[in-house]
């Protein structure tokens, strides 16, 4: 597929920061019943992005959560009795040591896995009602996932890769050509776009995994260790582009990190320990 770079696309309509639920947000921007505000309607169905049920952002929220493994005879907790909630607008960074729960926290948030016990909840629906194919469409429409490997089709171009998630959802071309096209010019990665994953560094394969994360125009981005295999300068500018999508558009961004510079770049900061939340602390960061 060729994807020709072209016009940029509007920003997102008025940012939302919702810090708690209730009639009105923070904005004064109503909001719906539950199911509504998350995307889906009255039928089970998810609204396409730019129908009037969208929010332009969301609320979501950890109850008593415990994810335990098991490994032969053997059980691994992984979370044990996590409650959390993250605001939508909020920029907020999960820090712990290897083995802690971070990246295990992330997947359940973006419902790539399901708590043991608890509920993980998207402005109140909790994601254990919703099946496998409401899951993805709710990642591919309104959840940007950033890998620490990059997870970049080997066999596709960037701009091949960045409209995946358009593509998989059905999207004209007409739409999906300057959606790309400004993505990666946001990613500075516009005279790169006909290169494959092996003829980029790893730098440039992170930020075609940002501007991936961002032609959906996603509510909250969910970043697990985007700078683990980066050189400090490459990983810096890796979360330029994270505060930058949470300071122009409001997008929620939620970033796992054991680098306490990473974290620095954040509103507010977590800490797990051996599963466990044991602080909870606001920074007043960088974004």
């Known amino acids: 597929m060729g994807v020709p770079v072209g016009a940029s696309v509007g920003r997102r309509r008025g940012v939302c920061r919702c810090a708690v639920r209730?009639?009105?947000?923070?904005?004064?921007?109503?909001?719906?019943?539950?199911a509504v505000h998350s995307g889906l309607t009255p039928d089970g169905a998810f609204a396409r992005r730019g129908s009037a049920t969208l929010p332009t952002c969301f609320v979501?929220?950890?109850?008593?959560?415990?994810?335990?493994?098991?490994?032969?005879?053997?059980?691994?907790?992984?979370?044990?009795?996590?409650?959390l909630d993250v605001a939508g607008g909020e920029f907020l960074s999960i820090m712990g040591p290897s083995g802690s729960g971070k990246s295990t926290l992330l997947h359940l948030?973006?419902?790539l896995d399901q708590p043991s016990t608890g509920d993980v909840e998207l402005d109140g629906v909790p994601l254990s009602r919703m099946s496998d194919d409401e899951?993805?469409?709710?990642?591919?429409?309104?959840?940007?996932?950033?890998?620490?490997?990059?997870?970049?089709?080997?066999?596709?171009?960037?701009?091949?890769n960045v409209a995946l998630p358009l593509v998989l959802d059905?999207?004209?071309?007409?739409?999906?050509?300057?959606?790309?096209?400004?993505?990666?010019?946001?990613?500075?990665?516009?005279?790169?776009?006909?290169?494959r994953p092996d003829e980029l560094s790893g730098g440039e394969q992170q930020r075609v995994?940002?501007?991936r994360a961002l032609v959906v125009e996603p509510a909250m981005i969910l970043a697990d260790e985007p700078t683990g295999n980066l050189d400090s300068h490459t990983g810096e500018q890796i979360l330029t582009l994270l505060g930058?999508?949470?300071r122009?558009?409001?997008?929620?961004?939620?970033?796992?990190?054991?680098?306490?510079?990473?974290?620095?770049?954040?509103?507010?900061v977590v800490t797990l320990r051996d599963g466990v939340l044991v602080n909870d602390a606001r920074t007043g960061g960088k974004s």
């Open 22 to 34: 209730g009639t009105e947000c923070a904005e004064g921007v109503s909001r719906a019943p539950a």
């Open 248 to 268: 122009e558009q409001g997008t929620t961004v939620v970033l796992v990190t054991h680098d306490a510079r990473a974290a620095a770049q954040a509103e507010r």
């Open 170 to 195: 059905h999207r004209k071309g007409a739409e999906v050509r300057p959606r790309v096209a400004a993505a990666l010019a946001r990613v500075g990665l516009a005279h790169r776009r006909t290169h």
């Open 135 to 160: 899951l993805t469409i709710l990642r591919r429409r309104r959840i940007g996932v950033v890998f620490q490997f990059f997870n970049l089709l080997p066999t596709l171009s960037a701009e091949e």
């Open 109 to 111: 948030m973006a419902g």
């Open 209 to 211: 995994a940002i501007a």
């Open 244 to 246: 930058a999508a949470h």
């Open 60 to 83: 979501i929220a950890l109850r008593h959560v415990r994810k335990v493994y098991r490994q032969g005879s053997n059980e691994v907790c992984a979370l044990d009795g996590v409650s």
